[in-house]
């Protein structure tokens, strides 16, 4: 969650958080206010990232391997560029395009591939794209596939069709594939309720501990709060 121009602009992880906890994104709205030094990652949380990334890597190496042609999308460079080089590689049509921008306000976001499927008209051409992330879990969960829907409906701006199929590269290999007209439907509800939620003018929460603590940047001051009421 941040801001752009003066708008407020959000990610699938901050659909993914609401989800999970309705008072982290009350505390990620207060820090658009009010910014608050947060503390940083632990060792968990820092090991955890970088098994992502190489697992990431090692599904961007199978696809090379298959002989798949790749366009690689800068990390860095606004977003406003990003998305520029992600249409322009649309356009272009490799097999594969890596960490590609998507935008369609007030949300955003970074897919991990977008992977190349013939014989789908689009506005592309006689082509268009499915949506793939990796994911270090054995099993795809319901967040997931709320991650990928976001995804799903910003891509089919840029193409004009909504991609046919989205995939989770699990951590052990397999790859999870669901059909997005079977689930989009689940994910426009859920950013209703986040968009609903966010807009609402007075929204009073409570920090209690739930499933969603493990992960949240927001743990040690909840726990604060905690620990000052026993």
């Not at 890597?57 to 800068?74: F, M, S, V």
């Not at 955003?108 to 789908?120: A, N, Q, W, Y």
Request: aromatic share 8%; charged share 25%; with cysteine.
């Amino acid at each position: 969650m941040r801001e752009l121009d003066g708008a407020r602009l959000f990610s699938a992880s901050d659909l993914v958080n609401f989800l999970g906890c309705g008072h982290a994104t009350a505390l990620d709205l207060r820090q658009l206010r009010n910014p608050v030094v947060l503390p940083g990652d632990d060792e968990q949380t820092v090991l955890l990232q970088e098994k992502g990334i190489a697992h990431e890597i090692a599904y961007l190496e199978r696809l090379r391997g298959e002989g798949r042609t790749i366009g690689e999308i800068p990390t860095d460079g606004s977003l406003e560029e990003r998305v520029a080089l992600t249409r322009a590689a649309l356009t272009a049509g490799p097999d594969v395009i890596y960490q590609g921008a998507l935008f369609g306000p007030p949300w955003h976001g970074f897919s991990d591939f977008l992977l190349k499927v013939p014989g789908v008209p689009s506005r592309l051409g006689d082509y268009a794209y499915d949506i793939a992330d990796t994911k270090l879990a054995r099993t795809a969960k319901p967040k997931h596939v709320i991650q990928l829907c976001v995804y799903a409906e910003l891509l089919e701006i840029e193409q004009g069709v909504p991609p046919p199929s989205l995939h989770v590269a699990l951590g052990a290999g397999a790859i999870a594939t669901v059909r997005t007209d079977d689930v989009r439907h689940y994910g426009a509800i859920a950013r209703q309720r986040f968009e609903a939620f966010v807009g609402a003018a007075n929204v009073v929460t409570a920090a209690e501990p739930c499933g969603h603590c493990t992960f949240c940047r927001w743990r040690a001051e909840c726990e604060g709060v905690w620990d000052a009421t026993e």
